[in-house]
């Protein structure tokens, strides 16, 4: 048909070629009655169709049956300068093999300025017998459906045998679109590519060249208004399914890949979602995402790729070489994998992008890689997980590569398995900041309470310039079955800030009942990344307002290790902040090791670091373990109300290092402890050593000190601990018992009813403290040492003394400067008028000086002296006569 500058229009009306039911084209021509249309616009209404046709076997009004037709669908090729519209149920561009019939659908070609489908207007081919389903391809300006309009090409048939056994499978067709200026899925409307019989899904592929594609899954009435609560509402969606209708087929099968590529912008908003799933024998697609600007997801909308049961996820475990491969390009992505490549990703209000797999095999990846941020909020979500079935493989990788990562109001990006494999792999790098923040937002790892997986390699990596958890947010592994937590190894280059609300923190956990290894906790990350080769140790590790880094068990397994590590300063404040690695009373394992290296530590406020082993197991089975270790190093250490702990209650304390190389400060009732025996437990005291030899061990007596400061390895029943004190000098300490409210600072390894322990103080053989003396309290009575018998009264001649700076010496050379050794000025402050009488006396004449003329020789007297003269040539030794001078008057 052929209309070059006119409209085509059918209302109800049709356009078909077919092949009967009993023809056989097969052995001839293979493909039948093409269908072709050019016009300037192509307008279909009300059950309006263009269709090829495959008939399937027919019952006669007699009872016989006419056989299916035998033979290949038509094509369809539409080429239209202007628009093309459908409009109406039933209204549709066709081609379809119907049920028993053999042969393939006939593709579906159509060029356009536009094209609009409306109102469950349809594009598709179809196949429901033997044979492959035709392929849809539009090249348009733009395509927009709306209101259930679908392009849809769809399998439900098996496999094809030719006469020489070639199996041709019965393939969904491929779904193109080409656009230039934008795509609409509107209302419901879909484009799909599904099989439900013996072949693959079709891909679904969208060259958006600069275009905008948006999915919106609102339903709206003819006036454009929403409808709501529809219960029935299928919502808006490209999808990709290889449905649950088993077959004899050996043959691997998957659904098929779906890819909007070049776009600005993609957009989902109102229950929109992309979707490759598989419910048979075989893989799920994969879903590709390019947007020059950004992809977002709004109001509960979706990306998803699912292997359900029955299924067969990736057989290629997921590796550090792998991942390095997969990215460089090297290996191409696992079954199921989403990839996003864009501006910026935003989720918001209950979005998800999700990998999920029931079967054996693997799940794919969630790969997104942003040139700006990616977002997540209002309780949306990035997630990859393995269910609870027999054959359930591990869970794989959530990789985020961006410029800056923020999540809040209780987002998540999560991995886990509740299957016999492992919890995957999330792998988070920025060039900027990662920012999480609020109760139940964070980052997720976890081995669920119906998993059996063996040893768990992976967990989570941030490499980020800076990491900000704040109000509840945490990032946390963890064990509920039987299975390892993951490790979290976090990488910065400024700041790793944990602040306010309680929950917020770093945490590894097993849980109770769980049977596995807590993971550890590591703060930098020195050896270089798999991407770059970076190394990312962080300036400055601060945490307040209860947030925590915390490993702990309550199961069968012990917690992980904590490694922090900075370059400047590492910062604890206020109560119930603190490192923690614990192992609780129903727990049978022990408590990990802390370990903590920067150049500054302070803690304060209430603020700990504890190491803690309460296992009742522990006891029970005779262990010789101890609390755990505490390892510190640093230039300077500030204990301002602060505590470093290793204690237990039925086990040995744990050993405590400091190596210090300038100053270890204590101050407010601040203690360091490797207590044994809290409730009467035997065991013995810990270790507690403290390496300064080039500084100083430093202890005062602050106005609110109760308890002093402590340094203690104490035991209850069990021998008291070793303390061993190296340092240059050490001030403010006596070797006494430690007992709360003394007010004193002690050094204390003794036992309540146990063997004491061991203090040793080395200090040099030359004591720099030793020829210092204290000074009295009142060395002088300063009231007698100031004459109080003049008083000036003229300002201009009066004298004056000023004092500056904070004081005079504290009373002994071990005791700080005072705020209160200030100057005291005890002179008198005011003076009584004193009546002057003038005394009328008389003048004593002023007498003139006699002039002193220099000497220019000398003579002998009489006595043999030598006397100087002033002219020795007037001079006689006989006349010579010596007057003494006076002095003259002032």
Do not use: H, Y
């Not at 992309?274 to 893989?283: H, M, Q």
């Not at 800076?466 to 509920?480: D, R, V, W």
């Not at 803690?612 to 006891?619: E, H, K, Q």
């Amino acid at each position: 048909m052929t209309a070059n500058n006119g409209k085509v229009f059918l209302n109800d009306a049709r356009i078909f070629s077919t092949i009967e039911s009993g023809a056989n084209s097969i052995s001839t021509s293979g493909e039948v009655s093409k269908v072709s249309i050019n016009a300037g616009s192509l307008d279909l209404k009300n059950n309006a169709q263009i269709q090829t046709l495959v008939r399937g076997a027919t019952r006669n009004n007699d009872g016989s049956v006419t056989p299916a037709g035998n033979g290949n669908a038509g094509t369809i090729d539409i080429n239209v300068r202007g628009a093309v519209t459908l409009d109406g149920i039933e209204t549709q561009v066709n081609s379809r093999l119907e049920q028993e019939a053999i042969g393939t659908g006939g593709d579906i070609e159509i060029n356009s300025m536009s094209l609009d489908l409306k109102n469950n207007a349809q594009v598709n081919s179809n196949t429901f017998g033997i044979g492959k389903g035709g392929d849809i391809d539009i090249t348009t300006g733009s395509l927009s459906l709306d209101n259930r309009a679908q392009l849809l090409t769809q399998t439900s048939g098996f496999a094809l045998t030719n006469q020489q056994g070639e199996i041709t499978l019965a393939d969904a067709g491929k779904i193109t679109v080409n656009v230039t200026d934008k795509l609409e899925v509107l209302g419901g409307s879909q484009l799909r590519s599904d099989t439900f019989g013996q072949g693959n899904g079709g891909n679904v592929t969208v060259n958006a060249e600069n275009a905008i594609v948006s999915f919106d899954g609102i339903l709206r009435d003819s006036q454009g208004n929403p409808i709501l609560n529809n219960n029935n509402f299928i919502p808006s969606a490209i999808g990709s399914e290889l449905g649950s209708i088993s077959a004899e087929f050996t043959g691997v099968r998957k659904a098929g890949d779906i890819s909007i590529l070049n776009a600005t912008e993609i957009s989902l908003t109102n229950g929109a979602r992309l979707s490759s799933s598989t419910f048979g024998s075989g893989n799920a697609g994969t879903i590709t995402l390019e947007a020059k600007d950004s992809v977002s997801l709004e109001r509960n909308s979706s990306v998803t790729t699912v292997i359900g049961e029955g299924g067969k996820g990736s057989n290629n475990p997921l590796t550090n070489e792998s991942l390095f491969n997969i990215i460089e390009g090297k290996e191409e992505f696992p079954s199921g994998t989403i990839f996003i490549n864009a501006g910026q990703l935003s989720l918001k209000d209950d979005s998800v992008i999700d990998v999920s797999t029931d079967a054996e095999g693997n799940a794919g990846f969630v790969l997104v890689q942003a040139k700006d941020v990616i977002s997540l909020s209002n309780n949306s979500a990035i997630r990859n997980t393995v269910g609870d079935k027999e054959q359930a493989g591990n869970a794989g990788l959530i990789g985020l590569i961006a410029n800056s990562l923020s999540l809040d109001s209780g987002s998540k990006i999560t991995t886990q398995t509740d299957g016999k494999g492992n919890a995957g792999l999330v792998l988070v790098q920025t060039n900027k900041d990662v920012s999480l923040t609020g109760n139940e937002t964070g980052i997720f790892s976890t081995v669920g309470n119906k998993a059996e997986s063996g040893e768990n390699i992976f967990g989570i990596e941030i490499q980020a310039r800076s990491l900000f958890l704040k109000e509840g947010a945490q990032i946390n592994t963890s064990t509920s079955g039987k299975g390892n937590a993951g490790d979290i190894n976090v990488g910065a280059i400024e700041d790793v800030s944990l602040a306010g609300g309680n929950g917020t923190g770093i945490f590894s956990k097993v849980e109770k009942d769980a049977v596995g290894q807590g993971g550890n906790i590591v703060i930098s990350q020195e050896e270089p990344d798999v991407l770059n080769n970076n190394i990312f140790i962080p300036k400055r590790v601060s945490l307040e307002g209860g947030a925590q880094i915390n490993s702990s068990t309550l199961g069968k397994g012990s917690a992980g290790s904590i490694t922090v590590k900075a370059i400047e300063d590492v910062s604890l404040t206020d109560n119930g902040t603190g490192i923690f690695s614990t192992a609780e009373e129903t727990s049978e394992g022990f408590a990990g090791n802390i370990d903590i290296d920067p150049k500054r530590v302070f803690i304060g406020n209430g603020a700990e670091i504890k190491v803690d082993s309460n296992s009742t197991w522990i006891r029970e089975t005779g262990s010789n373990a101890k609390a755990g270790s505490i390892f510190l190093v640093g230039d300077r250490l500030t204990l301002d109300d602060g505590k470093i702990t290793a204690a237990t209650e039925v086990i040995d304390g744990g050993d405590i290092t400091l190596n210090v190389k300038d100053l270890f400060l204590l101050r407010n009732n601040s203690l360091v402890s490797a207590t044994a025996g809290q409730e009467g437990g035997d065991g013995n005291g810990g270790n507690v050593t403290i390496n300064a030899p080039d500084g100083f061990v430093v202890a005062l007596n602050d106005k609110n000190s109760n308890n002093g400061n402590d340094i203690v390895a104490k035991a209850s029943e069990g021998k008291g601990g070793a303390i061993n004190i190296n340092t240059l000098g050490r001030f403010g300490f006596s070797e006494s018992t430690s007992q709360n409210g003394n007010g004193t600072n002690d050094i204390d390894a003794s036992s309540d009813s146990g063997d004491p322990g061991e203090v040793t103080l080395n200090t040099p053989d030359v004591d720099p403290a030793s020829g210092l003396n204290s000074l009295p309290e009142n060395p002088i009575d300063p009231s007698k040492q100031i004459d109080q018998g003049c008083a000036a009264f003229n300002e201009d001649t009066a004298s004056e003394f000023k004092v500056t700076g904070r004081g005079g010496l504290p009373p002994s050379p071990d005791q700080p400067l005072s705020s209160d050794a200030v100057w005291e000025d005890i002179r008198t402050t005011a003076a009584n008028p004193q009546k002057l009488t003038a005394n009328n006396t008389a003048k004593t004449p002023k007498q003139e000086a006699n002039k002193i003329t220099p000497a220019s020789g000398w003579v002998f007297n009489e006595n043999g002296e030598v006397t100087l003269i002033s002219s020795a040539s007037k001079a006689t030794s006989e006349k010579l006569e010596f007057t003494p001078k006076s002095c003259p008057n002032r």
